[in-house]
């Protein structure tokens, strides 16, 4: 019996067979078997990292004209443009995981309290995995701030179930949305995937987002592999140059497992120039460990290979939680 999709219904596309969400044509397979994890797990190297490592929580600005942000942790960052104050992936438990004892903990306090944020107006909300979409965290936001969640296909029935009074927008690749007088955000393919549990594998979409605002161009990459790099190059052809990009750096080893889903430092640094970013910041590191490279190995790749490229290090950097970034 074929499996049925308990997320989305809807036409069949290039890119969802009428049960499961695909990547772009021609890119690689991101789909693992249990026997692939094992071999994981059998050969992981042994990268410790710290229990915990210490932060020292920022209290926002209400509102901000120009563009600012600052690093709550993961791939969690408060977006402040022209007095309009977004969430990327809010995530404020303690653990990724679908689990109050078990699963990735995380090593770094919020760089920003839940109570000390400003008004937020609305949420980018990349795909389902834990450490992207929290419930209990979805639900605190929506409670205090009411705001509009803009995600892929599928993740509105998703957190309705949990949170069913969030205010949603769900779209497509390409689907466009406009989230305050003046600022829209366009949802934009990712090279990744999607589950909740072991039955739903790629039954949601996962994308990122381009944010135009304040004379602006925001791109948030959500979790994303390289691939061939052809959706990086589309979106720089598309929106034109970006003013910033939101790239991940983290959870990429080993390479053979992750490459199709996650992308390196090396390959960020190839999306900041594909999209034409005058700017980027670097994300999804430090916080969880999901995967076997060392704790600081991001931060530390993505500057040699800035180094390497002869670009000016302070044009890609690699934010801690509590970072506060402000771009002119």
Same mark, same amino acid.
């Given at each position: 019996?074929a499996a049925?999709?308990?997320?989305?219904?809807?036409?069949?596309s290039?890119?969802?067979?009428?049960t499961?969400?695909?990547?772009?044509?021609?890119?690689?397979?991101?789909?693992?078997?249990?026997?692939?994890l094992?071999?994981?797990?059998?050969?992981a190297?042994?990268?410790?990292?710290?229990?915990?490592?210490?932060?020292?929580?920022?209290?926002?600005?209400a509102?901000?004209?120009?563009?600012?942000?600052t690093?709550?942790?993961h791939?969690?960052?408060?977006?402040?443009?022209g007095?309009?104050?977004?969430?990327?992936?809010?995530?404020?438990s303690?653990?990724?995981?679908?689990?109050?004892?078990?699963?990735?903990?995380?090593?770094?306090?919020?760089?920003?309290?839940?109570?000390?944020?400003?008004p937020?107006?609305?949420?980018?909300?990349?795909h389902?995995?834990?450490?992207?979409?929290?419930?209990?965290?979805l639900?605190?936001?929506?409670?205090?701030?009411?705001?509009l969640i803009?995600?892929?296909l599928?993740?509105?029935r998703?957190?309705h179930?949990?949170?069913?009074?969030?205010?949603?927008?769900a779209g497509?690749?390409?689907?466009?949305? #406009? /989230?305050?007088?003046? =600022?829209? $955000?366009?949802?934009v393919?990712?090279?990744?995937?999607s589950?909740?549990?072991? @039955? %739903?594998?790629?039954?949601?979409?996962?994308?990122?987002?381009?944010?135009?605002?304040?004379?602006?161009?925001?791109?948030f990459?959500g979790?994303?592999?390289?691939?061939?790099?052809?959706?990086?190059?589309?979106i720089?052809?598309?929106?034109?140059?970006?003013d910033?990009?939101?790239?991940?750096?983290?959870?990429?080893?080993?390479?053979?497992?992750m490459a199709?889903q996650?992308?390196?430092?090396?390959?960020?640094?190839?999306i900041?120039? #594909? /999209?034409g970013?005058? =700017?980027? $910041?670097?994300?999804?590191?430090?916080t969880?460990?999901l995967?076997d490279?060392? @704790? %600081?190995d991001?931060?530390?790749?993505?500057?040699?290979?800035?180094?390497?490229?002869g670009?000016?290090?302070?044009?890609?950097?690699?934010?801690?939680?509590?970072?506060?970034?402000?771009?002119?």
């Amino acid at each position: 019996m074929a499996a049925r999709n308990r997320y989305y219904h809807g036409p069949v596309s290039d890119h969802f067979d009428g049960t499961r969400f695909l990547n772009p044509a021609g890119e690689p397979e991101t789909d693992r078997s249990f026997g692939d994890l094992l071999r994981w797990r059998r050969d992981a190297v042994d990268n410790a990292w710290p229990s915990a490592v210490g932060v020292a929580p920022v209290v926002p600005d209400a509102r901000v004209d120009g563009l600012r942000l600052t690093m709550v942790g993961h791939a969690t960052l408060l977006i402040q443009i022209g007095g309009l104050n977004l969430l990327t992936d809010p995530v404020w438990s303690d653990r990724a995981s679908p689990l109050a004892f078990a699963g990735p903990k995380r090593v770094t306090a919020p760089g920003v309290e839940l109570d000390a944020l400003p008004p937020i107006d609305a949420i980018l909300l990349s795909h389902n995995h834990y450490d992207h979409l929290d419930m209990a965290t979805l639900a605190k936001l929506v409670a205090r701030h009411d705001p509009l969640i803009v995600t892929p296909l599928g993740n509105d029935r998703i957190i309705h179930r949990r949170v069913p009074k969030a205010r949603i927008v769900a779209g497509d690749w390409g689907d466009h949305f #406009d /989230v305050a007088p003046g =600022a829209t $955000v366009h949802i934009v393919p990712a090279l990744h995937w999607s589950s909740r549990g072991p @039955r %739903d594998r790629r039954m949601a979409l996962w994308g990122g987002f381009v944010l135009e605002a304040a004379g602006k161009r925001v791109y948030f990459a959500g979790d994303t592999g390289y691939g061939t790099g052809a959706i990086f190059r589309d979106i720089g052809a598309r929106f034109g140059p970006v003013d910033l990009a939101i790239l991940p750096i983290g959870a990429y080893d080993p390479r053979w497992f992750m490459a199709a889903q996650h992308c390196d430092p090396e390959e960020a640094i190839r999306i900041m120039l #594909d /999209v034409g970013a005058k =700017a980027a $910041v670097g994300m999804h590191w430090g916080t969880f460990k999901l995967t076997d490279e060392a @704790r %600081d190995d991001p931060e530390r790749r993505l500057a040699a290979g800035l180094l390497a490229r002869g670009i000016e290090p302070s044009r890609f950097a690699a934010l801690h939680p509590a970072d506060v970034a402000d771009f002119g």
